[in-house]
């Protein structure tokens, strides 16, 4: 048997499982819940969680397969792991930046943020792997001026990339 989605982050919240995969489907397009499921009677000695409360929610941004599961208070997010956001243009950059950031998010340095759950995000320009990667001296520039921003400012990191002042 082949798996459908053989690689699938798994997103660990207490309650709010269903609450966050609908955020995230409304953040990114061409996205969807795909199956939601409940915990059953059973366990319930062990999970604590009512009959028929939601177990797990599985969704897909933007062709990315994820799962959300309601697994108790027991672990949170840190900045140890991250989802990358690679934007094409400052309009990209700016819409995930402010949606992911929205109703209580964090921001952090060089396009990095924490959103209303404290999952960590870097929203981070499509190019940036070729700007550093490139001579020397262009990655200086781009790793100096991205060393100065919260958001990333595009123009402002093409500026440094191309020398220019």
């Known amino acids: 048997m082949q798996l459908k989605h053989p690689l699938t982050p798994c997103l660990w919240f207490d309650t709010k499982a269903k609450e966050a995969a609908e955020f995230y489907c409304s953040v990114f397009p061409n996205?969807?819940?795909?199956?939601?499921?409940?915990f059953p009677d059973a366990?319930?000695?062990?999970?604590?969680?009512?009959?028929?409360?939601?177990?797990?929610?599985?969704f897909e941004l933007d062709g990315q397969h994820f799962m959300t599961l309601n697994?108790?208070?027991n672990f949170s997010f840190d900045?140890?792991?991250s989802f990358m956001v690679l934007c094409e243009t400052q309009a990209e950059i700016d819409h995930y930046w402010d949606a992911l950031r929205a109703d209580g998010g964090e921001e952090g340095p060089c396009g990095w943020l924490k959103d209303k759950f404290?999952?960590?995000w870097q929203i981070a320009p499509a190019q940036f792997g070729e700007m550093l990667?490139?001579?020397?001296g262009a990655s200086a520039r781009v790793?100096?001026?991205m060393m100065k921003m919260s958001k990333i400012d595009l123009p402002t990191l093409q500026n440094a990339y191309r020398n220019a002042a």
């Open 43 to 58: 366990g319930q000695e062990i999970h604590g969680k009512p009959a028929g409360s939601v177990l797990t929610v599985s």
């Open 143 to 145: 790793m100096t001026a």
């Open 31 to 38: 996205s969807k819940i795909t199956q939601v499921t409940h």
């Open 133 to 136: 990667s490139t001579e020397p």
């Open 118 to 120: 404290g999952l960590s």
């Open 79 to 81: 900045e140890a792991v």
């Open 71 to 73: 697994g108790g208070p």
